[in-house]
């Protein structure tokens, strides 16, 4: 029998789905759970998009352009403009998600064994992108003290090796809900520009931002427009994670081009997903943003407030994304959510919470903190803090 | 500015892209273009597919699980085992398209550097995949005047190092449309038995067939069960390219389990095409494969009849697929493409083939070869072929 490959036995497996059978056991016991693990939205993806991939005026599903749908493109475009960020139809490329848009800029960008620094805690499937494209992922880490803030430019300076090639960040960020303000953003420019890195930042949580002053991308960022990559997709924005669509965008035309070429190879993202996603940008009225947007905030009211009255819980400042790291009064959290779905139940219910152990690349680091994901309705919400709180209290290995 | 990786500026680019151009611009200058260069059938995608789409049944598009729809992969083992191909749903895995289940199995099964030999002229995106995943691909040459029959056991053997990790080919075969019989199957199994290594076969042209006997999948080939691996893919059989939804397909546990943690980085496959195809699985009526089968027989026995009748021109023995790999009496094929599409044209008409040279890794091989697409309808294929025959009496590079 022929062996495997050792960056597939080297790949991690999702540590989430190991909770997520316990999770399975637990309901068939007849315990309830709340899932606060996933960053599935619930709610409903645009009218718009069911009524143009119902009626999308073709017989035969052709392949699209490699570079995108050219109405996707000029929507997406205007959408970015609408928000004053400069972007042409010529400086994006449609993705398949959000994924593939960071697996090409890898591809593109970097070589095997080139370091990218990335801030850690992070979007736990850039582990996995840097193993399929080989490069090596260097933690640059915030803390839940500092509200997960930017280190200052010499901690980022000091992590620089003469095989860096790049920084990546998460714009407002996955796992944290930390929004970067403009000052920290221009900081970081400054560094890249010098060093002639490439700056790859994730924004698919633009459209969920809580903050009063503007959200900046660093297609915005003067000075930087040969180094900045954006990051972007439709599944958060619409609620659309099934449809696979994302967009890679940048000014380097090295970038774009190299990235075709991939994608070439790939043949298209989905045309039928990009003739709906198109008409939602087309289409949707700024209500359904209003509300959604609403909707999480108030949601991220309740969790921080609730959170807040549990004894020993650190809640950091959170200002976009669906997401919060916190630490928790215990021993470890993979022990502690694990036993959350095995051990414990409260009237009948429990939750399953994401070890923030996964979203850091430096070993022990997150061993009492969890990723919730505030993506129930706000009394599921409640209930579920309410069960967490009864939780911690129970906990043998609290501290 | 930095630049980019290495890998990506040698990425190759789409040869036909270029020629693409030159064809826009003919067609600007009035001429009629018959495309012979894509594989984009024209036949239309099934009602099945477009009623499910319309009606998925859901207001949220989710994330599929990183497998795929249990649905969808019951439907598909159901479909191999009528054909008498033993696939259990647990032993395939939904991918974005063909194109996926390539890369995601390039990425399993080698590491950087090993070395997999590719049965050649080949489907010219796989050296792209190989290009992602930092494989070798070692051309095995096959013959137009053979008919392109795989070579002798020795022969492979002969290509065989240390490094040689896996043996890939297509089959019915994109671009030469041959049909490997159960026997040179059989013996190209015999050798990835007893040298250890993976047996990978591209079939996602299974339903274009116009032989007589069976069609034999490498999933039918007893004592390889852990060697194989099954490419698959919705695009061709249900005339859905756009649809992105394709099959890896092993029994070899760790192949599938590897490709599932490479796949869940990725999330998962397009969900609503996944239902329609779920849809067209289940409930496409016979007639819909037996029609487009006769079609394409059709198409392939009037551009094998017109062809043969042109002097100087070899052509093959053609069974599967869509395509032809045909041999012309001229210099030089990317010569003659182009000046087809630049200098050439006949009562205002002319054709976009694909030069053969794309399709070897062998340098110089293909030189007076093209590779014919025969997607278009019958007369049209008929004038594009009378247009092939006056334009190599006129090319000055004839011999």
Redesign the interface.
Known sequence: ?????????E????PI?RLVDFAIAAEKRGTKIYYLNIG??????PNE??TA????GV??????HSLGIAGLRDAMSADYKKRGIPVEPSELMVT??G??AV?LTF??????G?EVIVVEPYYA?Y???A??A?IKLVPLTTKIEEDFALPTTEAIVAKLTPKT??ILLCNPSNPTGTVYSTAQLKEIAEVVKQK???LIVDEVYRDFYYGTSELTSVMQIPGIE??AIMIDSASKKF??????VGFLVSK?K??LG?A???G??????????QI?VQACLEKTPATYFEEVRAEYMARRDILVKSLAKVPGVVVPNIEGAFYAIVRLPIDNSDKFCQWLLEEFSHEGQSVLLAPASGFYMTKGLGANEVRIAYVLEQDKLKAAVDVLAVALQQYPGKV
């Open positions: 029998m022929p062996t495997t490959a050792i960056r597939s036995t790949m991690p497996s999702s789905r599935q939205p619930d709610v409903h993806s998009f069911w991939v119902a009626n999308p017989k035969v599903l052709e392949y699209s398949t998600g994924s593939e697996v591809l593109t960008c970097f070589d095997p080139d499937n582990t996995g992108f193993n399929i080989g090639k790049g002639n890195l490439f040969q180094n609620s659309l994670c099934g449809a696979r380097n090295d970038v190299g075709l070429k991939f070439q190879a790939r043949l298209a993202a989905p045309t039928l997903d709906g």
